[in-house]
């Protein structure tokens, strides 16, 4: 049994993981600035609190916790970080927590820290081409990403790999792909596109339309909560110290995305393609090193996750109309 922190744990994947690592036998502690919006966590403990204030990462990093994982960001989907309205809190939030847990993780005797990157942090100029996007390791410089919370990311990483290099830290870094599955933000302007599609599907009447921001040709790949967390674990319990991909190969269009969700749904509906923030033109995971360093991919097909994430947006969207539907018939 480990002693382990989770920051972020209120959040889509953090929540996941403090049910997976309990699961696995685990003392959890968890800190977020808020409680999990869907599901009451089974944490040992949960902190409400702010990681960029010292003085709460001093008292939830108290003691040499056998593992940290680190997810705690100021985030979202393309509508929260591609707009450029939220660059600086964006950078000034992100950036802090990892300052500031990396520096008490080291001053308390933490070894073993599992950041959270991302594949924003791969260069523009190597994603233009949406059938044949680049996003192998090694291809992460010359550095250019294409949001400021890629350069967070990438930024962040080189934090966490100085530790290593200068205080014999312990650091595993995966660069997650679009991760998708139940308990994720659907709503709001956080929520990225395999959920904004599930909710607008299951808007939508029959033989409706689903806006769709840009062509749809855009190309990205999509990981199932399950599966990210699989590779998380592996590669907390491997000796490989780089930052590594955890995503998926299966590469589909925006429009495929939404077919997939109107086939699941068993909807017919037309795509409405509007303007809106876009990112890059085409991105998919590149599972050599993965492959070659875990000894592992990725398998679970993309419509099955897709089916089970529809299923609990789907329940949501019906639960909040007859909320609103009970609350407009209360004051009729
Ligand atoms: P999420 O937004 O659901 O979770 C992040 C959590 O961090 C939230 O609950 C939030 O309240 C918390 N947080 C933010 N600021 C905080 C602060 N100052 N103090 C304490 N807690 C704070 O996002 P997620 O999808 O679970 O992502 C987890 C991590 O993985 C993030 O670092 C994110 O950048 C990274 N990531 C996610 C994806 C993805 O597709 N979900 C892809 C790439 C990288
Ligand atoms: N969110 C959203 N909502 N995206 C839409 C929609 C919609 O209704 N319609 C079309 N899209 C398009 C976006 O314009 C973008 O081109 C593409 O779908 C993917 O958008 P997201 O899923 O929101 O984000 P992303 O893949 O560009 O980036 C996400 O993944 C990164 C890791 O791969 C984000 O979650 C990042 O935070 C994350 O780091």
């Known amino acids: ?7 972020g744990a209120g959040g889509f994947i953090g929540g996941h993981l403090v049910k997976r690592l309990k699961a696995d036998g685990h003392w959890v502690r968890g800190v977020d600035l808020k409680q999990h919006e869907f599901s009451e966590l089974p944490a040992d403990e949960f902190v409400i609190g702010d990681l960029r204030e010292q003085s709460v990462c001093r008292e939830v990093l108290d003691r040499p916790f056998d593992e940290i994982y680190q997810l705690a960001a100021d985030m979202g989907g393309a509508g929260y970080i591609f707009t450029g309205e939220q660059d600086a809190d964006v950078m000034h939030n992100s950036a802090t927590i990892n300052l500031n847990v990396v520096h008490q993780a080291q001053k308390v005797g933490v070894h073993k820290i599992f950041y959270s990157s991302s594949a924003c942090m791969y260069p523009e100029y190597n994603q233009l081409d949406p059938d044949n996007p680049k996003c192998a390791e090694d291809s992460a410089y010359p550095a250019a990403p294409d949001s400021e919370y890629g350069w967070e990311k990438l930024f ?49 009447p029959d033989g409706g339309a689903i806006e769709v921001w840009g062509d749809g040709l855009q190309t990205r790949s999509f990981l199932y909560i399950d599966e990210c967390l699989e590779a998380v674990r592996r590669l907390m319990d491997s000796n490989f110290a780089e930052p590594i991909n955890i995503g998926s190969e299966e590469m589909v269009t925006i429009n495929r995305l939404a077919e997939t969700v109107m086939e699941v749904a068993g909807k017919s509906l037309s795509l409405k393609h509007i303007e809106g923030p876009l990112g890059v033109r085409g991105r998919n995971s590149d599972n050599n090193l993965i492959r070659e360093k875990l000894g592992w991919e990725p398998t679970m097909p993309l419509i099955d996750g897709i089916r089970k994430t529809y299923q609990w ?20």
Request: charged share 25%; proline share 1%.
């Open 1 to 7: 049994m480990k002693k382990i922190l989770v920051c």
């Open 313 to 332: 947006i789907s329940a949501q969207v019906e639960r909040q109309h007859s909320q609103s539907a009970d609350r407009s018939y209360g004051t009729a």
């Open 156 to 204: 962040s990483e080189r934090l966490y790999l100085s530790y290593a290099r200068n205080y014999g830290m312990q650091i595993r870094i995966g660069r997650f792909h679009n991760i998708f599955g139940e308990e994720g933000t659907w709503q709001g302007g956080r929520e990225k596109s395999p959920a904004a599609l599930c909710r607008k599907v299951a808007e939508a």
